[in-house]
């Protein structure tokens, strides 16, 4: 089985990490994701001595990487007492054996250190249930060539019934018979979980999602008047939170979810599907996206993209520019004739970009700073009481 988490990381840990640079990812996207794949290493609780990056036709069969680099990354790591190598890209079972061997250090790539990162944020006896199927429907189909140590699950035998293949499917029937267990068990909890969420009424529902760390539990809290856990970290938030909110004479249930991001695990979002149901049984979405962050728009892609990976793609949703505090930008001086980047582009100049042509309502707020939040809040209960509406023409009188 995987080595145990860092859970107990602290910032003497440290890490370096490794992207590519390719035709399908250039200079600017491979820096993008490495800071992206830094904040991670910072939310697990290491601190990145350097980043590496090599370009690539097609990753090496044995190390990724290639001989020379692996080289240079090794002094590096010797040198400088690293503690852990993070990969930007998947590797298979093999290629982390070999960098395992080569650097005598934690080898993690962005999958694993995203399933890591997971399972220390987990805090209810679900998220747990549900980050432990994760990982093991991710460790199954890598456990041919990979040394596994799973003696602490068979009950103390001792017993290893033989080498090589005996072995392996050994491992595949441990692995196997814990993931019906993590099934069944979190049958048993989604149906709490739908009892509940039908003991909530006929209230109309509302979600927030969005990129991870772009402000949805601020929002939550700034709406609901409660103390949702936020924090500047990824995933801060992984289990549901579902609070009562009054606007005006409107009540309405908002819940905020699990943040999304690139590359996230297909198995982290089979395993959370009965967390997304919040989502899917929405009538409303809050899309919170954070405006100051320089790829916010492939970030909108992302959370468009996972929405339609669960069904939620063709819900109502109200686009809600978070951050605007913080928006900065460089503009360019009259002589300068270079093409006009994200980066020259004032506030107002991305208001009048793509998004003024949206059908859905589109707000720029900060939340942090209560900024626009009543120009938000109003938009938020015309739609909500047009919803209610349809729903309740008796209730008319009310408004």
Known sequence: MKEKALSTAIPQHHCVLIGVINKFQDDSASKEYLDELAFLAETYGLKTKKTFTQKLEKPDKATFIGKGKTEEVKAFVTENNVDVVIFDDELSPSQQRNLEKVFGKKILDRTTLILEIFEQRAQTAHAKTQVQLAQMQYLLPRLTGMWTHL????????????????????????????????????????????????????????????????????????????????????????????????????????????????????????????????????????????????????????????????????????????????????????DDLTPTTRENLSLNDVKRTWMKNLNNPVLFISAQNKENVEEFKKTLYDIVKELHMKRYPYNNLLY
């Open 151 to 334: 003696e602490r699950q068979r009950g103390g035998t001792g017993t290893r019934g033989g080498a090589g293949e005996k072995e392996i499917e050994t491992d595949r029937r441990i692995v196997r018979d814990k993931i019906a267990l993590l099934k069944e068990r979190l049958r048993e909890i989604d149906k709490q979980m739908a009892t509940q969420r039908k003991s909530r009424g006929e209230l109309i529902r509302v979600a927030l999602v969005g990129y991870t760390n772009v402000g949805k539990s601020t929002i939550m809290n700034m709406l609901s008047k409660s103390n949702v856990f936020a924090e500047n970290k990824l995933f801060a938030t992984l289990d549901t939170t579902v609070r009562k909110v009054t606007i005006d004479n409107l009540f309405f249930l908002l819940s905020d979810t699990v943040g999304f991001i690139r590359k996230l695990p297909t198995q982290l979002v089979e395993s959370f599907k009965s967390t997304l149901d919040e989502v899917r049984e929405a009538d409303v979405l809050i899309h919170v996206v954070d405006i100051s962050h320089k790829n916010f728009e492939e970030h909108i892609n992302v959370v468009k993209q996972t929405l339609q990976d669960i069904g939620a793609g063709d819900k109502p949703t109200i686009l809600v520019f978070n951050k605007i505090d913080a928006f900065t930008y460089t503009p360019k001086d009259e």
